[in-house]
């Protein structure tokens, strides 16, 4: 299946700080990318929908000012936790869709576990 | 919206035991559904995908079925093993392509 690759898989940062996160699709192109976020346990939820070459797509209750999401190239989409909070601590997931494939399937990268001390 | 929802919330079993995960969704105009598998502090591994158009779909141990017009669908585990310990997720699409998952099922097979 096609690779999404996440980097970094783990960050701790201070508060107030901004965190970076990239995902990219390594073998395809993806014209849409996914966030989402899985606070401990708790299942995954949508963040926001990363459309390249336009503006993504929140969801309610995701502040776009703090989670900055950028979708520069087919291949690349980063999400940036600006000001980050304790309360941000959370694993950042990310997926995108092969539009190459007819059944739509979802290819997710490994995660970045953000803790903000 | 889709709503996803799985039951049980947990489960425990001795292995070699088969056993069936439960998924329930509320839209039922789905184009698939996928079954991921996710371990403590990892992130996910898809284990099957069903497209609308077909019944199950089966890989190994592990098969999984669609029900389309009751919005169900049931993964089944053949002779459970400990390594099958693991968080068992649903999730079905909306309409922009984006996943909705179920707050999954906790397997632990025990020896």
């Known amino acids: 299946g096609a690779v999404v690759s996440q980097h970094p898989s783990w960050v701790i940062c201070k508060s107030g700080t901004s965190v970076k996160i990239e995902c990219r699709s390594l073998d395809f192109q993806a014209t849409t990318m996914f966030w989402y976020r899985q606070f401990p346990k708790q299942s995954l939820m949508l963040m926001a929908t990363?459309?390249?070459?336009?503006?993504?797509?929140?969801e309610q209750g995701v502040e776009k000012d703090k989670f900055l999401i950028n979708h520069a190239s087919l291949t690349l989409s980063t999400l940036t936790v600006t000001s980050a909070h304790p309360e941000d601590s959370s694993f950042y997931i990310c997926?995108?869709?092969?539009?190459?494939?007819?059944?739509?399937?979802?290819?997710f990268g490994p995660g970045t576990r953000l803790t903000v001390l | 919206k889709q709503e996803v929802t799985q039951i049980p919330a947990a489960l425990s079993v001795p292995e070699g035991e088969n056993l069936v995960l439960n998924c329930s969704f509320t839209d039922s105009a789905i184009y698939n559904l996928q079954w991921f598998r996710q371990d403590p502090g990892k992130g996910l591994t898809s284990l099957l995908l069903i497209q609308s158009s077909q019944r199950e779909q089966t890989s190994g141990r592990l098969n999984a079925s669609l029900d389309k017009s009751s919005g169900r669908s049931t993964l089944y585990i053949a002779a459970s093993q400990p390594g099958d310990s693991a968080t068992y997720l649903c999730?079905?699409?909306?309409?922009?392509?984006?996943?909705?998952f179920g707050k999954g099922t906790s397997l632990l097979v025990t020896p």
């Open positions: 990363s459309n390249e070459g336009s503006k993504a797509t929140y």
């Open positions: 999730a079905a699409p909306n309409s922009g392509y984006a996943l909705n």
């Open positions: 997926s995108a869709r092969d539009p190459g494939l007819e059944n739509n399937e979802q290819f």
